[in-house]
């Protein structure tokens, strides 16, 4: 297996399960996928909005930290430096799953 990503619901505020089975609070409970496996599931979610993301796996994201980053998406709360440096490993990882990303690509 390529690094390993867990998936965070944004809907469901919880990680996916292993095996595409429910979702589980503990970062240790996730489901671990694979670098093609989280882009499909990603992508297919994120269709409109931003539903999922990948979180490598080394990045031990704790349950409160996951709910903070989910409610920056949904309003202004500030993150502390540590937690923007984590937020932005996330985001990379993510950079070719979110919605809409073709607008934001330099026209032609």
């Known amino acids: 297996m390529d690094e390993g990503y867990r998936i965070w619901s944004?809907?469901?505020?919880?990680?996916?399960?292993?095996?595409?089975?429910?979702?589980v609070s503990a970062w240790g409970s996730a489901g671990l996928y694979s670098d093609s496996e989280s882009k499909e599931i990603c992508i297919a979610a994120n269709y409109k909005v931003l539903e999922e993301f990948r979180v490598p796996q080394n990045i031990k994201a704790s349950l409160a930290f996951m709910k903070k980053v989910t409610a920056v998406l949904d309003s202004e709360h500030a993150l502390g430096p540590n937690e923007i440096k984590m937020a932005m490993v996330i985001a990379k990882a993510n950079e070719d799953?979110?919605?809409n990303r073709r607008r934001h690509e330099p026209k032609e």
């Open 97 to 99: 799953t979110l919605p």
């Open 10 to 23: 944004v809907e469901h505020q919880a990680w996916w399960g292993p095996n595409n089975k429910g979702y």
